[in-house]
């Protein structure tokens, strides 16, 4: 990624260090601006944390699908606040931020969206909705699937609200 670059680490802007920095340097440089800069507590660990467990899934090829029936088992939720006062109702809030992957992905997307900028989160939404549209294609074979139907109507939700950040 350096190389990408072509330029010393001094040199990079605050996206461009973002994009070189492994993820655990990430999570302790988020840490590090909060408390040197705010008055406030650090609330932004879960939201890493979430984005971190879904890193791994990628990292390591794990089937997505397969795990959408764990549980919820995490910290806070005060991403379930924030996407009912988006207007999300209560039962499929309940229904789907209960499973761990739904959780993490809606955690993920809000932390993107509180340290990316717009530009990026727009190019970002129309690749996640090219490819929940690309979905459409195999609405037959997960038709008959409450819990499949549930997810995607809920992550096309989802997908709406973070097209504009989280203003």
């Known amino acids: ?10 040199a990079l802007s605050i996206e461009e260090f973002l994009d070189v920095i492994q993820f655990g340097t990430f999570q302790r440089f988020c840490a590090y601006i909060y408390n040197t800069y705010t008055n406030k507590p650090y609330e932004y660990d879960n ?7 879904l890193r791994n899934k990628a990292a390591h090829c794990e089937a997505i699908i397969t795990q959408l029936k764990e549980p919820f088992d995490y910290g806070t939720q005060s991403i379930v606040g924030f996407l009912r006062e988006k207007g999300i109702k209560h039962k499929t809030l309940t229904t789907n931020m209960s499973k761990a992957l739904v959780f993490d992905f809606c955690n993920m ?3 993107y969206c509180g340290i990316e900028p717009k530009y990026k989160i727009e190019r970002t939404y129309k690749k996640l909705s090219g490819l929940l ?10 038709a008959k699937n ?3 139907v549930s997810v995607y109507r809920f992550m096309r939700e989802v997908a709406e609200i973070f097209k504009n950040g989280i203003n």
């Open 1 to 10: 990624m350096l190389i990408k670059y072509s330029k010393p680490i001094e």
């Open 47 to 53: 939201y890493i944390k979430s984005a971190y467990r």
């Open 109 to 111: 997307m809000y932390l």
């Open 133 to 142: 549209d690309s979905c459409k294609q195999y609405t037959e074979l997960f």
């Open 146 to 148: 409450s819990m499949l």
